[in-house]
């Protein structure tokens, strides 16, 4: 593919051509030449008023459904969703059925990715079926291309299994997940304990859950040593707990979800299933302390959770309805409505080295992985916006700020209509 996009505006803090608007010029998957009044015959050309450009962003927790709930999503149209929004790279979520807890199902998911613009990295399931019994076979699932192991929103009820995978996957430098929930203390809990979910009659997940769970298991990451992401905090307390550890020098990281950034439990006053997510949306208290962590680098990245629910388990009573929103397409939007280009690009491409994923630069000689964007349109996000099979966004008719246009990555180019 020869490939020519004009006059984009650069955005990657580390490359000296920050700011700057020129030329890219990209042949066989390769940027080959980077500058201004770039002129090439026989190309395709991109040429779009405002467009920016950055190193690709990555998102390190999406589901899809396929294989088993191929009408929430498949993995074809959920890779187009991805390019679409942005993400010429994503972490698949083992929330399958089956789950993806064996070195087949893992080449099985990889190969329906093959020769796609977008990469897709399956994180392989901490234990067989998820079910917290028994360790699943994690060195023959990262031969098999899995970058992770982690139970997808099912804690580790038994400490003890936690314990020794962290120091089995030590042998082969395996990145241990853990979902911070203690479910003796959630018990039934839908939504954020507070006075909200008092008032609407809803039982409270309170955020010990969540801290006791994160103190637990940073107790034995101390004792074992080893790697341990801790998936989609959502407190003040969490922030704080994990800030201490990395302080102490324990090798721990995290994510938040962007809705638990910017939403707050008052949004549960009409009973909205789309609202209904877990964890569940805090308090401002909460959100304040997580935007801190991300700024100082106690929270290692962003996600936008993705999850997509088929409309037969949303548009039922919120007690019935399942947990998760979709949330690759607003990702981008969403972030800048609290953020600046520049910090919203950055914390979509920092979870990257987390995962020993390969990167390359934006500059001449380096493997095209970029992310192409409009930053300064202001919009409503609303169902035509709205790309993936399952229509569940948490954010719809929220007001956000910036669009993905789409990608440039694996010699192939994703532009959004």
């Known amino acids: 593919m020869k490939l020519l996009l004009k006059a984009v505006t650069i955005i990657d803090e580390s490359s000296p051509l920050n700011g700057q608007t020129t030329d890219i010029y990209i042949e066989n998957g390769v940027?080959?030449?980077?500058?201004?009044?770039?002129?090439?015959?026989?190309?395709?050309?991109?040429?779009?008023?405002?467009l920016h450009v950055s190193r690709g962003w990555f998102d390190s927790s999406v589901c899809f459904g396929e294989p088993g709930y191929e009408e929430r999503e498949t993995i074809e149209n959920g890779l187009e969703v991805a390019g679409s929004s942005g993400?010429?790279?994503?972490?698949?979520?083992?929330?399958?059925?089956?789950?993806?807890?064996?070195?087949?199902?893992i080449s099985a998911v990889k190969s329906k990715s093959s020769g796609h613009p977008v990469n897709l990295y399956p994180?392989?399931?901490?234990?067989?079926?998820?079910e917290g019994i028994d360790l699943a076979e994690l060195l023959d699932m990262q031969q098999a291309g899995a970058i992770s192991f982690g139970d997808y929103k099912s804690p580790l009820k038994n400490p003890n299994l936690l314990k020794i995978a962290l120091q089995y996957a030590q042998n082969f430098d395996a990145l241990i997940q853990s979902y911070p929930q203690e479910n003796r203390i959630a018990t039934n809990g839908m939504v954020n304990e507070h006075e909200h979910s008092t008032a609407l009659g809803l039982k409270g997940i309170p955020n010990l859950a969540e801290e006791l769970q994160i103190t637990r298991d940073l107790y034995i990451l101390e004792y074992t040593g080893g790697k341990l992401h801790i998936p989609t905090i959502s407190t003040a307390k969490s922030v704080k707990l994990i800030r201490e550890a990395k302080k102490k020098g324990l090798d721990v990281s995290c994510?938040?979800?962007?809705?638990?950034?910017l939403l707050t439990d008052k949004m549960l006053s009409n009973y909205d299933a789309n609202t209904k997510v877990l964890p569940p949306l805090r308090t401002q208290v909460d959100n304040e302390a997580l935007i801190q962590g991300l700024k100082d680098g106690t929270i290692d990245m962003v996600t936008s959770d993705h999850n997509p629910i088929d409309v037969e388990n949303k548009k039922v009573e919120f007690d019935n309805a399942l947990y998760g929103t979709i949330g690759l397409e607003s990702a981008f939007g969403a972030l800048q409505t609290i953020f600046t280009t520049e910090e919203t690009i950055k914390f979509l491409t920092s979870g990257t080295e987390r995962f020993k994923l390969e990167t390359s630069k934006l500059e001449k000689g380096n493997p095209a992985n970029l992310s192409l964007f409009l930053p300064d349109v202001n919009y409503t996000f609303g169902k035509n916006d709205i790309l993936s099979t399952s229509k569940n966004s948490i954010f719809l008719d929220s007001q956000l700020k910036g669009k993905a246009v789409g990608i440039v990555?694996?010699?192939?180019l994703i532009l959004r209509s």
């Open 31 to 50: 940027i080959a030449e980077i500058g201004k009044n770039i002129l090439k015959e026989d190309v395709k050309h991109v040429e779009i008023e405002g």
């Open 255 to 261: 994510s938040v979800a962007i809705h638990n950034l």
């Open 87 to 105: 993400f010429p790279g994503v972490a698949l979520n083992p929330y399958t059925n089956p789950v993806l807890d064996h070195s087949g199902s």
């Open 409 to 412: 990555n694996n010699s192939g």
């Open 123 to 130: 994180v392989g399931a901490l234990t067989i079926k998820s």
